[in-house]
């Protein structure tokens, strides 16, 4: 009598030990292998069975967020997001996200059923906390509400501050563009006063580092400037001014994922007024 032992892994999951006696001498590797397939097909068929269930999150506020679900059972399978008990029809797949997490998702909760043809399985909840985030903060010649002459230079800033910058630690955040200098992650958006984007054409007034290390109560800062041959060309009215730091697609292990865009500065640029000539008095004749 002779025996054989095969293990069979079904798609990368847990091992399947295959034994078999017979009182043969030849026999095993043809009939182990297709006892082995039809031992891996057993194990992926049937209702759902969750693997890993959606787990708890604490992000920053902008932060983007990513629940996963891993499960097995016969193909295929559908996944029912819900939040807060409602069904969501965001995302039908293993995966739930949402882009910029913001401070009013704070204690949402989430939980995915999972379907196929026998049954359907429901996860616990995985709890959605959110915690205020980095601020962007823009100003023009140092003023939230600036008034601008046109052919006068216009000198911007813009400012990344921790969320933690009044504590005495504070852990690192990473911050990188897709490309070049992290300086890349930032937009800067002009709108006139119909709504409608309009190209001012700022300039950098400095280098940047590839990453930025954001800690503390060092903020990271920009300036931007406009000289007074290029305010002269812009078109006098009122406009709105937002800087948005968009790090979504960074693939940087380790850094910020996430859009906070800042408060908008209102500008009003108008015609510099017209230079007062000193009067001559007239002379008064008797």
């Given at each position: 009598?002779?025996?054989f ?42 209702p759902?069975?969750l ?51 913001e ?85 800067l ?14 300039q950098?007034?400095?280098?940047t ?44 292990p380790?850094a ?31």
């Open positions: 009598m002779m025996s032992t095969k293990d069979i892994e079904c798609d990368g999951k847990t091992p399947a030990r295959l034994s078999t006696r017979k009182r043969s001498r030849f026999l095993p590797t043809t009939f182990l292998a297709l006892a082995g397939s039809f031992i891996c097909a057993i194990a992926a068929s049937g759902p069975t693997i890993v269930a959606p787990a708890d999150r604490t992000v920053l506020e902008g932060e983007r967020v990513v629940f996963e679900v891993q499960a097995d059972g016969a193909e295929p399978l559908f996944y029912q997001w819900q939040r807060d008990g409602s069904p969501s029809f965001e995302s039908i797949t293993s995966s739930y996200t949402l882009p910029a997490a401070l009013e998702d704070d204690s949402a909760v989430f939980s995915v059923t999972v379907i196929n043809a026998f049954g359907e399985i429901t996860s616990s909840n995985a709890v959605l906390r959110v915690r205020p985030g980095l601020e962007v903060t823009a100003s023009i010649n140092q003023s939230l509400e600036p008034e601008v002459f046109r052919g006068w230079p216009m000198l911007m800033e813009v400012s990344l501050v921790h969320p933690d910058a009044l504590l005495g630690t504070t852990s690192p955040i990473v911050t990188a563009a897709t490309n070049g200098p992290w300086s890349n992650a930032i937009n958006d002009v709108q006139d006063s119909q709504e409608v984007s309009v190209n001012w054409p700022f950098l007034t400095q280098p580092n590839d990453v930025l290390a954001l800690v503390g109560d060092s903020p990271g800062v920009l300036l931007f400037w406009l000289g007074p041959n290029q305010t002269t060309q812009l078109a006098a009215g009122d406009y709105d001014l937002t800087a948005t730091l968009n790090t979504t697609n960074v693939t940087l380790g910020w994922h996430g859009v906070v865009t800042s408060v908008p500065v209102n500008i009003s640029l108008t015609d510099e007024p017209p230079t007062l000539t000193e009067a001559i008095p007239r002379t008064l004749v008797d």
